[in-house]
């Protein structure tokens, strides 16, 4: 087919197929330069990635299709990868032809998806990935062999390091060339084993051993005992460095919200519009994204402990728990997928093939500690508990950290277990996981995984978070009632922002919210972080901007804030302590609840999530302010 021909005729489009962990998203990102469109297929909520990419004229369409075992489908991923190779989804045209990604570290078993996939019909060429490894560990494999085997063009690819990939798309625009099977995999179970052993026979002319490292390394992290030991080390570690390493950078980004705040306050005439943009813009959306180094740290952690290959491991360590209470080790990759963000993890549950145990998952992920709380957590503990370290070793804020968290993995479990007595009852299926080879993340790889984090949270920060705190703005600021002669500016300050609309809903709220220890100001913080929970970080700010011009930072006001009534702290240990667990157990995202009602497609499972969750809160929160209040009363 002629350049010209190439480039008049529409996309070429490619499916990438191939078994979790085998390298088909690397692969995905280095063909289409982690430029993707994502979506979801029509008529069913599992994920669609699709990328655009030139060669040699040809414009070609690459989609990231879900990662399979087999064509016999288990769960919903797998289930639309077979309907979309044999076109049956509305709107979705076949494949014109199919690249498929072999993990060559275990070709045993990757060659029953092969056999499989070649008895489809469909123009096919394999991209042999992690050569690399399988070079490390002795082991070798003839790449001539193997496609005069089975018929198909065979490129070896290490898709991080783009090695192998020149090769590969010189094969993209011409997919009517691929496939040539001599003889097509017979289907049935005997017959196939005996054409497997016949490949390998041919194509392995050194089979990998076993990497030595790995093995020394697994026999600890594996280890029933040792490797929950070693998991729990990790989450203090973790979190330990969460607090250590982002301060400096908190307290610099904080020093130019700050300043610039004041710059424009001293720039522009007193006034509403100087209020507007300092009070409502600056102290609002600023307030937010002083937490940016905590949250880019936290997904560098968890993006790198998940490249280097751990967090598949974490979830074979905990599968034996996840069966008492009625789930599976899939379960706990979604749950672990929550720790970013609830939306994801609950979309990460399509992968469980019990339609009853993904139901329960999807309803206790809200309660695993998403990024979310973190600017949440981060202000209360920054502001209330002590920088000191207990045994001259671990921070305490950093233990508080992870107490929290733990508290919302634990709630978790537990809700899991008395939903799977319930809701969740259903046949346990077999559980497979692909154990990736430990491996140094590529900085590129890890810089670009983190940097789409930020980018979301700048994002959030830039539209609800700014549209919230505008909103908020308005409501705080008219009604304009006002002050009566002789009253001190701060006095009058305090009155007109009471007055406000706002005030009013947070006065009209305080008599609910009493109980927990929590005043108006706080139930306006409560309402306003049902669209996102950081949001109660930018209302507390505005509010305190607005009822003293020199309160400082958003901690130091809080600290200092007094009842006007009894001259007490507003946030007295109890306080803190009860709205810190008060965040471990509601269900204050917007985004989830759309979330929760997509997967479901029922309006039922999201009110019944926010109400178990809500009422979780309020029992939890109370009880808390009750027991913390005897101890320090």
């Known amino acids: 087919m002629s350049a010209a021909t190439l480039a008049t005729r529409g996309p ?23 430029r993707a469109r994502v979506g979801n297929y029509p008529g069913v909520t599992v994920e669609r990635r699709e990328g655009d990419a030139l060669v040699d004229g040809a414009r070609l369409r690459v989609i990231d299709l879900p990662g399979i075992y087999s064509l016999s489908p288990l769960s919903p991923d797998e289930a639309v990868v077979t309907r979309v190779l044999g076109g049956e989804i509305a709107e979705v045209p076949p494949p014109d032809g199919l690249v498929l990604t072999v993990d060559a ?79 097509l995999p017979p289907s049935e179970p005997r017959e196939r084993d005996g054409w497997l052993a016949s490949v390998l026979t041919r194509v392995l002319v050194q089979r990998p051993g076993p990497s030595r490292s790995t093995e020394l390394i697994d026999r600890i992290v594996l280890h029933p005992v040792l490797g929950t030991l070693l998991f729990a080390l990790v989450m203090v570690l973790f979190f330990q460095l969460i607090f250590a390493w982002a301060t400096p950078a908190m307290n610099a980004i904080d020093g130019a919200v700050g300043a610039a705040g004041e710059a424009l306050r001293a720039a522009l005439p007193p006034g509403l519009a100087s209020d507007f943009l300092v009070d409502g813009v600056v102290a609002g959306v600023g307030s937010v994204v002083v937490f940016l180094p905590q949250i880019l740290l936290l997904f560098t952690l968890l993006h790198a402990l998940e490249d280097i290959g751990y967090m598949a491991r974490a979830a074979f360590v905990v599968d034996r728990l996840m069966g008492r209470i009625g789930l599976e080790g899939r379960a706990f990759v979604a749950l672990l997928s929550s720790y970013a963000c609830a939306v994801p993890g609950i979309m990460a549950t399509r992968t469980i093939p019990s339609p ?41 804020q950093g233990l508080v950290l992870l107490g929290l968290y733990l508290l919302g993995a634990t709630a978790a479990l537990g809700a899991a ?46 539209t609800i978070i700014l549209g919230v705190s505008i909103l908020l703005w308005v409501l705080l600021s008219f009604p304009r009632t006002p002050a009566p002669q002789g009253m001190p500016p701060a006095e009058a300050a305090r009155v007109a922002l009471e007055q406000s609309a706002a005030g009013r809903i947070g006065h009209a709220l305080e008599p609910v919210i009493a109980p927990l220890g929590f005043d108006w100001k706080i139930g306006v913080g409560l309402i306003a972080s049902l669209a996102a929970r950081e949001v109660i970080v930018a209302t507390l700010a505005q509010i305190y901007a607005a009822s003293d011009e020199d309160a400082g930072s958003l901690r130091d006001a809080i600290r200092a804030d007094r009842d006007p009534r009894s001259g007490r702290p507003v946030f007295t240990p109890a306080t803190v302590a009860s709205l810190l667990v008060f965040f471990v157990f509601a269900l204050q995202c917007t985004s989830t609840l759309a979330t929760i009602w997509r997967e479901t497609n029922s309006w039922r499972w999201p009110a019944f999530a926010f109400g178990y969750l809500l009422a ?17 009363s």
């Open 356 to 396: 009853r145990q993904r139901l329960v998952t999807i309803l206790v992920s809200p309660l695993m500690t998403c990024s979310a709380r973190l600017p949440v957590y981060a202000l209360l503990i920054g502001a209330f508990v002590p920088a000191t370290t207990l045994w001259g070793l671990l921070g305490l």
């Open 417 to 462: 277990s008395v939903l799977s007595r319930s809701v969740g009852r259903g046949d346990a299926l077999p559980f497979y996981l692909e154990l990736p080879p430990y491996r140094v993340p590529p900085l590129r790889l890890l810089a670009a995984q983190v940097w789409g984090a930020a980018r979301a949270f700048l994002r959030r920060a830039g």
């Open 616 to 632: 979780l809160a309020y029992a939890a929160s109370f009880l808390t302010h009750r027991v913390v209040s005897a101890f320090t």
């Open 12 to 34: 070429i489009r490619l499916g990438l197929v191939g078994s979790p962990n085998s390298g088909k998203t690397t692969l995905f990102n280095a063909l289409t330069g982690l």
């Open 105 to 183: 570290c275990t070709i045993e078993r990757s060659l029953l998806l092969v056999a499989e996939v070649l008895r489809l019909g469909v123009p096919v060429c394999i991209a042999l990935t992690m050569v690399d490894e399988l070079r490390a560990r002795g082991g070798r494999i003839d790449l001539e062999r193997l496609s005069a085997a089975l018929g198909v063009p065979v490129v070896g690819v290490v898709g991080h390091r783009g090695l192998g990939l020149g090769e590969l798309r010189r094969l993209l625009p011409h997919p009517e060339r691929w496939s040539q099977p001599p003889l």
